[in-house]
């Protein structure tokens, strides 16, 4: 007797390479002749820049840099002044596994930033980048569901579903967001002394085959104000709304979305109305990892009551289940600062690289509050706090995905001092692994004895009897003992005397 498998195959990506770990790059800059003498150093920030990204036979490389910005107080006392730097990243990765095919996904994220005095002239520039890198490649996920026989002899099959949610498609799209801000109720800018952009993942909707992928970009300022000098902080946000095809019909996804700057362009300048505000022009990539709900059918059991079957059986591994939720968490630490504070300009916080541990979401923070004295003068304080929630995980969940969705930092006085706190959202996808043992083939081992079988066998049902499981026992088929009995359903009473006809 021949035996076909029947099979059915569903599209879908693996991921052949994962790579995190941080980066860390220097840079020497020099002061523009312009410019004062440094005397001491305010802080130090940078944003991630993503240049290219690139996939060879067993290479994956990224150039990214981090566009740097030091305040610092000048020699002699007198305004804050900015230096600009860009640090350069470059990772060329050994990705077995990975070929030209594969499609590669990067987040990149400053960790950390530092700025030291070489000379009055000079400063010694430091950036450490968070770099993750994963590559997917395209893939079948091959089950079988059935079986298909040449001859007379009839095989009995029991196909169970299975609930999975592979990843099936991994697109991305550039995309350009302009936008003016007005100093609205604020002291007019004469110039910008520094800025920071950060990118916000927002919602994620499907329509179709597309998605629809939500999200800001968030703007804060520190400048000078017009005619008086006096410092100021403002903040600004641009939301966004872009489009992706995935090019499959989605019915249920779940959608990791790392959206990075590409490049920014923020200037103080006359906007359309005539006024003194900001132009910003925003350069991004979203790079989209989409997972949706499949249903699977496997063949888990099968036999023949005329023939010897001899099956192969395979564990099959599938992510069951996913959900995705913000949580919040703060943290706060009390610090000295001298000379006093009279007032908080802005609160530049870095987090580091989150992680879920024995249920606990957790993630360094550095924190620099900027303030101004009783006598006018800029200074700064920073503090390190560690920000922690619980992960609230449900029975058999593990952490898929972790990472910090945004970032705010507050500062209050406090006797001697100040309090600083930040608050952070962190973003969880929670995922559930489940496995189906399925036979992947079929041999026929012979013609069965049938000769000594009775030809009906009186069975008292037990707590977990099934019809399939009574009629593979003893020889007969469900169907046939429903017939038998009057079931209208595949459910055996527990106790009940069942009358079990056999095939021969």
Partial sequence: MELTMKRERLGCCERVFEYCAPAEEAVETVVPDTMPDVERVLCAEGTAIIRSKEVQEGRVSVTAGVAATVLYS??????????????????????????????????????????????????????????RVECYAPRELETVCGVESSGEAGIETLVETRSAVPVVAVKEKTFTLMDEYRFEGMPPAAECLWHAVTVVP???????????????????????????????????????SQMLDTESEL?????????????????????????????AEYHLVSQAVVSDAETLNLLTDCYCNTRELSAEREELALVCERRRRLIRAEARESVQAAPQCAEVLRVLVRTGEPECAEGELRCPVSATALYRSPEGELCSVSARLNAAARAELGEGEYAAMVR????????????GGLEIRASLDFELAAARRGSGRQIVSLSDAGEADTASRPSVTAVRAVEGDSLWELGKRYHSTAELISEANGLTDQEVEPGRVLLIPAVK
């Fill in 74 to 131: 000048p020699e002699g006392g007198g305004a804050a002044r900015r230096v600009s730097a860009a640090v350069p990243f470059s990772l060329s990765l050994d990705a077995p596994g990975v070929t030209a095919d594969s499609a590669a996904v990067c987040m990149l994220c400053v960790t950390g930033m530092e700025a030291r005095i070489l000379n009055p002239r000079k400063l010694l520039i430091r950036a450490v980048l968070s770099v």
């Fill in 202 to 240: 927002g919602g994620v909707r499907s329509v179709g085959s597309k998605l629809v992928l939500g999200g800001s970009v968030r703007l804060a300022v520190l400048y000078e104000a017009e005619g008086t000098g006096e410092l100021c902080s403002a903040g600004f946000e641009t939301e966004f």
């Fill in 251 to 279: 019915s249920s996804p779940d959608a990791t979305v790392y959206t990075l700057l590409t490049a920014e362009y923020v200037d103080l300048s006359a906007l359309s109305g005539g006024e003194r505000g900001i132009t």
């Fill in 404 to 415: 910090v969705a945004s970032a705010e930092g507050f500062a209050t006085l406090s006797a």
